[in-house]
């Protein structure tokens, strides 16, 4: 009789196999699906054939300038106008010191003047960014 109490059985385990294989699954359909979300303003780009810019850990800085000449600025949410281009030059300089290395893309509207895009290239680079990238939209077929 004291040999029976002897014989425990083991707990029973959870078995967590299957739940590592859902994560797994998930966290690749996230990073799939994550550069495809574009959030930006409104802007008509121009069309031109490019090669799609690679980024590594996904923060892009997106600058766009609308067709009447007002700037917006976009880090991973809602694009915030900017008045003046004094106060988008120093909150880019901000947000390059809280993530360094962080390319910045460029969206002018086809209409706006040539001018307003090359003074907002020249006061990036004041800010210090040393990664500029141009948005398009791919030739219409």
Not at 30 to 56: D, R, S
Not at 106 to 115: L, M, P, S, T
Not at 125 to 132: D, H, P
Request: positive net charge; without cysteine; aromatic residues 6%.
């Amino acid at each position: 009789m004291a040999e029976t109490r002897k014989r425990r059985r083991p707990m029973a385990e959870i078995n967590v196999v299957p739940y590592i294989d859902v994560m797994l699954v998930l966290l690749v359909i996230f990073m799939v699906t994550t550069p495809l979300l574009n959030q930006g303003v409104e802007v008509e780009l121009p069309q031109a054939e490019a090669k799609a810019v690679k980024t590594t850990d996904g923060k892009v800085l997106v600058v766009s300038v609308k067709a009447d000449g007002s700037y917006y600025l976009n880090l991973e949410g809602e694009p915030q106008y900017i008045p003046e281009l004094e106060v988008m030059v120093t909150r880019i300089a901000a947000l390059l010191r809280l993530y360094p290395g962080t390319p910045v893309h460029v969206g002018g509207d086809r209409n706006v003047a040539y001018g307003k895009v090359i003074q907002l290239i020249a006061s990036l680079k004041k800010a210090g960014v040393s990664k500029i990238g141009f948005l398009t939209e791919p030739p219409k077929q």
